[in-house]
């Protein structure tokens, strides 16, 4: 069973920056498609960026290219989002999430396994 841990979320002026972990344990593939969503109440979950584990292949969303990176430390299993000039519009609960195999379908690929989620709150 995998399962991902999120940490580093809080609040933050906007233009301040913030880095999310995702830990991840049991793992049961050799290459994973994991990565990074966001939720705002009330609003439909949005894929924030993806990476593909066996070549670093990465997915953004328009909103946060060039402000956004994924990466990850093979190391630690620790997967991390690197937000930069963050926005009021970038408040929301982010989650870490995975599965085996390619991001066949970039963001709209979908995946099993979730972690519990941590809040991201800009401030104008």
């Known amino acids: 069973q995998v399962r991902l841990a999120e940490s580093g979320g809080g609040s933050v002026q906007a233009g301040g920056s913030l880095r999310l972990s995702c830990a991840v344990s049991g793992y049961a593939y050799g290459s994973y498609c994991m990565g990074w969503f966001r939720q705002v109440p009330g609003k439909e979950r949005e894929g924030v960026g993806l990476?593909?584990?066996?070549?670093?292949?990465?997915y953004y969303t328009n909103s946060v290219k060039g402000r956004f990176t994924i990466s990850r430390d093979n190391a630690k299993n620790t997967l991390y989002l690197q937000m930069n000039s963050l926005k009021p519009e970038d408040t929301a609960i982010y989650y870490c999430a995975a599965d085996g195999g390619l991001c066949l379908y970039g963001l709209d690929t979908p995946l099993t396994y979730w972690g519990q989620g941590t809040q991201v709150t800009v401030s104008s």
């Open positions: 990476i593909y584990t066996e070549d670093g292949s990465t």
